[in-house]
């Protein structure tokens, strides 16, 4: 059985802005409004419920609450070099450099802010603090770019 939460519908969404070194378009600065969607698989428990939807709602909204409307860069990136000081964060990458208040900017410990590395590093972070009941046999989270337009991450636990 799947539990499906459509963050559309449940406001679990946020906007920022990247990009994506080397690439022929998104290599600029350039922003989306993002979409969260996440699916559980697993049968129904003794409460009536794969899980409880409102457990699961509540941590999305935190995960995202340091995203929305962030520069978002990351930190294990070959072609993305970061320069952090209290004030501020220069990443320099491919021949440009920006500079960004530090307030601005979320830092993430992926190799690169795709919609493809961030619904993992979202899964991932589900998957560890989350005390998902033994019913429950994988979590996955999408990230729309834009509609029509997902990236999905599976576990299984």
Same mark, same amino acid.
């Given at each position: 059985?799947?539990?499906?939460i459509?963050?559309?519908?449940?406001g679990?969404?946020?906007?920022?802005?990247?990009f994506i %070194?080397?690439?022929? +378009?998104?290599s600029? !600065?350039?922003?989306?409004?993002?979409? &969260?969607?996440l699916e559980?698989? @697993?049968?129904?428990?003794?409460?009536?419920?794969i899980m409880d939807f409102?457990v699961?709602k509540?941590?999305?909204?935190?995960?995202i609450?340091?995203?929305?409307?962030?520069?978002?860069? %990351?930190t294990l990136? +070959?072609?993305?070099? !970061?320069?952090v000081?209290e004030e501020? &964060?220069e990443?320099?990458?491919c @021949?440009?450099?920006?500079?960004f208040?530090?307030?601005?900017?979320?830092?993430?410990?992926?190799?690169?802010?795709?919609?493809?590395?961030?619904?993992?590093?979202?899964?991932?972070?589900?998957?560890a603090?989350?005390d998902f009941p033994?019913?429950v046999r994988?979590?996955?989270v999408?990230?729309?770019e834009?509609r029509g337009?997902?990236?999905?991450?599976r576990?299984?636990?």
């Amino acid at each position: 059985m799947l539990l499906n939460i459509d963050g559309g519908y449940s406001g679990i969404r946020f906007s920022a802005c990247h990009f994506i %070194p080397r690439h022929e +378009k998104c290599s600029r !600065l350039h922003g989306h409004s993002y979409i &969260v969607r996440l699916e559980l698989e @697993g049968d129904i428990g003794e409460e009536g419920m794969i899980m409880d939807f409102v457990v699961l709602k509540k941590k999305l909204k935190e995960i995202i609450e340091g995203l929305d409307h962030k520069t978002l860069l %990351p930190t294990l990136s +070959k072609d993305v070099k !970061l320069n952090v000081t209290e004030e501020s &964060v220069e990443a320099v990458s491919c @021949g440009k450099r920006y500079v960004f208040p530090r307030e601005d900017v979320t830092l993430l410990d992926i190799p690169t802010t795709t919609a493809e590395e961030m619904s993992k590093m979202m899964t991932l972070r589900m998957v560890a603090e989350i005390d998902f009941p033994e019913n429950v046999r994988s979590v996955s989270v999408g990230l729309d770019e834009e509609r029509g337009q997902t990236a999905w991450y599976r576990e299984v636990l």
